[in-house]
T-cell receptor, first 113, second 113 residues
Framework: GEDVEQSLFLSVREGDSSVINCTYT??????LYWYKQEPGAGLQLLTYIFSNMDMKQDQRLTVLLNKKDKHLSLRIADTQTGDSAIYFCAEVDRGSTLGRLYFGRGTQLTVWP | DTAVSQTPKYLVTQMGNDKSIKCEQNLGHDTMYWYKQDSKKFLKIMFSYNNKELIINETVPNRFSPKSPDKAHLNLHINSLELGDSAVYFC????????????FGPGTRLLVL
């Protein structure tokens, strides 16, 4: 299977920017995703980026993709306490005909007031 | 108007019992998945069905048997439950698979005593 790595914990102050990093191994990945999981809840799709893009911005979220280094990051501007959650990076297995998602272990983001 | 729903939300049972978890999606999607999230939040795919046909079957004990009565439903039956089956089980769906975003249900929290 594919390897998707993330750091496990990140703490920031409210109002600061958060940057969550992810590395992956499959150079042929087509789509890379960021999901958010709040305590006791399911996974919510935050954003995704296609592999031919370098950057995607969506309101407070900025996704950067460095294909050469196989590095993906999610930047959250003006982080709020409501952003506290686990953030999962995921990639699609391009060799699979039906979109097998490989997840990182998740980064627990804690936002301090 | 829940897109992907699961029942029950919580399930507490004794070792050795047989239990089922149900999943329904009202999005008209062709492909459905079951994922398992362990106590360390690691998410791993278990099964995938496309139009009621089993497509992905990861290395999962044969005590786990998915059943898809129609395109909108994918149920998971577990025989002879073991302590290690305690986890959160997520159902997901996607229109066609490879290039499409997966939408997740809220999860079923299974605790085996």
């Amino acid at each position: 299977g594919e390897d998707v790595e993330q750091s496990l914990f990140l703490s920031v102050r409210e109002g600061d920017s958060s940057v969550i990093n992810c590395t992956y191994t499959d150079s042929s990945s087509t789509y890379l995703y960021w999901y958010k999981q709040e305590p006791g809840a399911g996974l919510q799709l935050l954003t995704y980026i296609f592999s031919n893009m370098d950057m995607k911005q969506d309101q407070r979220l900025t996704v950067l993709l460095n294909k050469k280094d196989k590095h993906l990051s999610l930047r959250i501007a003006d982080t709020q306490t409501g952003d506290s959650a686990i953030y999962f990076c995921a990639e699609v297995d391009r060799g699979s005909t039906l979109g097998r998602l490989y997840f990182g272990r998740g980064t627990q983001l804690t936002v301090w007031p | 108007d829940t897109a992907v729903s699961q029942t029950p939300k919580y399930l507490v049972t004794q070792m050795g019992n047989d239990k089922s978890i149900k999943c329904e999606q009202n999005l008209g999607h062709d492909t459905m998945y079951w994922y398992k999230q362990d106590s360390k939040k690691f998410l791993k795919i278990m099964f995938s069905y496309n139009n009621k046909e089993l497509i992905i079957n990861e290395t999962v004990p044969n005590r786990f048997s998915p059943k898809s009565p129609d395109k909108a439903h994918l149920n998971l039956h577990i025989n002879s439950l073991e302590l290690g089956d305690s986890a959160v089980y997520f159902c997901a769906s996607t229109p066609t698979g490879l290039r499409e975003t997966q939408y997740f249900g809220p999860g079923t929290r299974l605790l085996v005593l």
